[in-house]
């Protein structure tokens, strides 16, 4: 099965803290039939928290190594497109969800039919707009 990660769950899982993932996670991440895929938006995310020194906790000491690290797990980096941009177009934002960022990875999930792994308890508004979410419990 295919999965989009967010970014809470992408950085968890390059932090190697799997205290933070729940056990279904885990067991989503360890079965070698699933393939994992990564939005540009969500790298745009990650390169920006670099920038900002917010990662330097990891072990990656930097944006190139964290990128690197992701080609060595071969997930799948996914532009987005013109379809996700109408989804997004339509999205209808939770009131006190205002990340933009959010709302393409949200489209681009809607639009590809493909669930996002989330931390985000916002993301479960929009399960009825035809987002599939595996959420993780913290």
């Given at each position: ?118 931390s985000d308890k916002k993301f479960k508004y ?13």
């Amino acid at each position: 099965m295919r999965y989009y990660l967010d970014t809470n769950t992408l950085i968890f899982i390059l932090s190697g803290d799997r205290d933070e993932l729940d056990n279904k996670i885990i067991d989503l991440l360890d079965d070698y039939s699933n393939l994992f895929l990564i939005s540009t938006v969500v790298l745009k995310e990650v390169i920006l928290l670099y920038k900002e020194r917010k990662l330097e906790h990891l072990k990656y000491k930097t944006c190139k190594g964290f990128l690197l690290a992701i080609e060595d797990l071969h997930y799948d980096i996914m532009p987005v497109n013109k379809k996700h941009l109408y989804v997004y177009a339509e999205l209808e934002p939770q009131e006190d969800h205002n990340d933009p960022n959010d709302h393409v990875i949200i489209a681009q999930s809607i639009s590809d039919k493909i669930p996002v792994i989330s931390s985000d308890k916002k993301f479960k508004y929009y399960e009825k707009q035809g987002l599939q979410l595996v959420f993780n419990k913290r």
